[in-house]
């Protein structure tokens, strides 16, 4: 089974200042299809997850442009240019290269 | 405008079954993978299972593998999830969410208690 590790697994940012996750897979998540299939998720308390980042960089609809995604393989990286106060909660990755798996939330507030 | 509604959840002894579903509506369903995600209180996001877009392919945690069974209907634009031999520990919000590789839209989630 995979397994995702993040860390920090808590990060408090200054409103305007960068902030950056990062996501350890334990295997390579390249699919057979060429595609790999890594995603961002943001979750506010009491809400569901939303989407940012898909195949590793690609922003969702209405993402903001603030945020980034890279990486390839094994280690991929979140990246929020300036953090703003809508952009606290928990952040996860989510590999469906190989079923699913979520890495374990890296909690974002703001100091 | 894509929504998903989950319904089904609630308290149940352990050993117990439900059956969770999730209304699709805002897109062709039949074109689409679909998963379920639960989330223990205070805890993080565990994927559960996923269905193909055709219902011909289904995949499980090995959490839940045996005991809990996906399926859907796309004649009811529906998305089922039916709970067996329920645990304490398969005490959590229940998500359904639509995507493939990626889960681009969730539902608000229905909760599940196991306990006695």
């Known amino acids: 089974d995979i397994v995702l590790t993040q860390t920090p697994l808590s990060s408090a940012v200054t409103l305007g200042q960068p902030a950056s996750i990062s996501c350890r897979s334990s295997q390579s998540l390249l699919h057979s299809d060429g595609n790999t299939y890594l995603s961002w998720l943001h979750q506010r308390p009491g809400q569901p997850p939303r989407l940012l980042i898909y195949?590793?960089?690609n922003r969702f609809s209405g993402v903001p442009d603030r945020f980034s995604g890279s990486g390839a393989g094994t280690d991929f990286t979140l990246k929020i240019s300036r953090v703003e106060a809508e952009d606290v909660g928990v952040y996860y990755c989510?590999?469906?290269?190989?079923?699913?798996?979520f890495g374990q939330g890296t909690k974002v507030e703001i100091k | 405008e894509v929504q998903l509604v989950e319904s089904g959840g609630g308290l149940v002894q352990p050993g117990g079954s439900l059956r969770l579903s999730c209304a699709a509506s805002g897109f062709i369903f039949s074109n689409y993978w679909m998963h379920w995600v639960r989330q223990a209180p205070g805890k993080g996001l565990v994927w559960v299972s996923r269905i193909n877009a055709d219902g011909t392919i289904k995949s499980y945690a090995d959490s839940v593998k045996g005991r809990f069974t996906i399926s859907r209907d796309s004649t009811k634009n529906t998305l089922f999830l039916q709970l067996n031999s329920l645990r304490v520990d398969d005490t959590a919000v229940y998500y359904c969410?639509?995507?493939?590789?990626?889960?681009?839209?969730w539902g608000q989630g229905t909760l599940v208690t196991v306990s006695s």
């Open positions: 969410a639509r995507g493939g590789g990626s889960l681009e839209y």
């Open positions: 989510m590999q469906a290269t190989q079923l699913g798996t």
């Open positions: 195949k590793i960089s």
